[in-house]
């Protein structure tokens, strides 16, 4: 997977169900690969381990003003939009909602999600 920066504010854009989201402050996806482990009969130690299917966390730190955009008690799908390729996480949904100011900084809500599905793709010039 590849590293997502934003340098300034107009470089991505990022969707939730569709609508562009407002105040983002911080992105942050890491994917994680979940393993099942296969046993021999009477054994106590893997012989091999299975990969499954991936799920990814997602940080997304947000001005507490702008909180609303993110719907915290249902499924939905979330878009990062950065030269012409689309990067889509579905079946997202909210596991930890945290809080804190530095400084003079901006009151800020960091939402931890996690997402099921993962789909890059180029968008076509129209």
Do not use: W
Request: glycine share 4%; charged share 35%; with cysteine.
């Amino acid at each position: 997977m590849n590293e997502l920066r934003i340098v300034r504010g107009r470089d991505i854009e990022v969707n939730i169900d569709g609508d562009i989201a407002f105040g983002i402050t911080e992105i942050n996806v890491r994917q994680k690969r979940r393993y099942h482990a296969v046993y021999e009969f009477m054994s106590s130690a893997p012989v091999e381990k299975v990969a499954q299917r991936a799920e990814y966390e997602i940080k997304l730190g947000i001005m507490t003003m702008f909180d609303f955009q993110i719907p915290t008690d249902r499924a939905f799908t979330l878009s990062m939009i950065e030269d012409r390729v689309e990067y889509r996480y579905e079946d997202c949904r909210v596991t930890e909602i945290s809080q804190g100011a530095q400084g003079n900084k901006v009151v800020s809500q960091t939402f931890t999600i996690e997402a099921h599905d993962y789909r890059e793709r180029v968008i076509e010039d129209e």
